[in-house]
């Protein structure tokens, strides 16, 4: 399957809902209040929302978070990871590391959640390690990251 992976658009947001209901995940409610806040995500430069397309049919998403860490550096935090077929979570999470590296990040955290893949299946991939709750996978130069 060829996938593509772009940045989320506007007009996305019934494409997302499709595909989370797809995975049998909560879909937000289509309402004046969620419209605006996909409005502004999308529009919101300090984070990433991509789609994965393949055939011109959304098949995925990835949803990061940026913040600054005056101790550590810049740090990336994924909200959402969510794909049919789930071969695509691979594409998205390359295309989420690129990401986070071109912000200088030196990681990215995921804590367990609703759009997110259970821990079991992201701890069994290359270079995520479990801190507590959460999942890191280290962006550092030299951390031997797939």
């Known amino acids: 399957m060829e996938v593509e992976v772009r940045r989320a658009r506007r007009e996305d ?6 595909i989370a209901a797809k995975n049998s995940l909560p879909v937000p409610v289509p309402e004046r209040a969620t419209l605006k806040r996909f409005r502004n995500i999308v529009a919101d430069l300090g984070c990433d929302l ?18 600054r860490d005056l101790l550590h550096g810049n740090r990336a935090r994924m909200l959402a990871l969510v794909a049919t077929p789930t071969s695509v979570l691979g594409v998205l999470l390359e295309t989420a590391y ?12 995921m804590i ?35």
């Open 50 to 67: 991509y789609v994965a397309t393949s055939r011109n049919s959304p098949v995925g998403f990835v949803h990061l978070t940026y913040q």
């Open 13 to 18: 947001f019934t494409a997302i809902c499709e």
């Open 98 to 109: 690129a990401r986070a590296q071109r912000r200088k990040c030196c990681d990215i955290a």
């Open 112 to 146: 367990p959640g609703v759009w997110l893949p259970p821990v079991s299946v992201i701890g069994t991939l290359a270079g995520w390690q479990r801190c507590g709750d959460a999942l890191r996978f280290d962006l550092s130069p030299g951390a031997g990251q797939s």
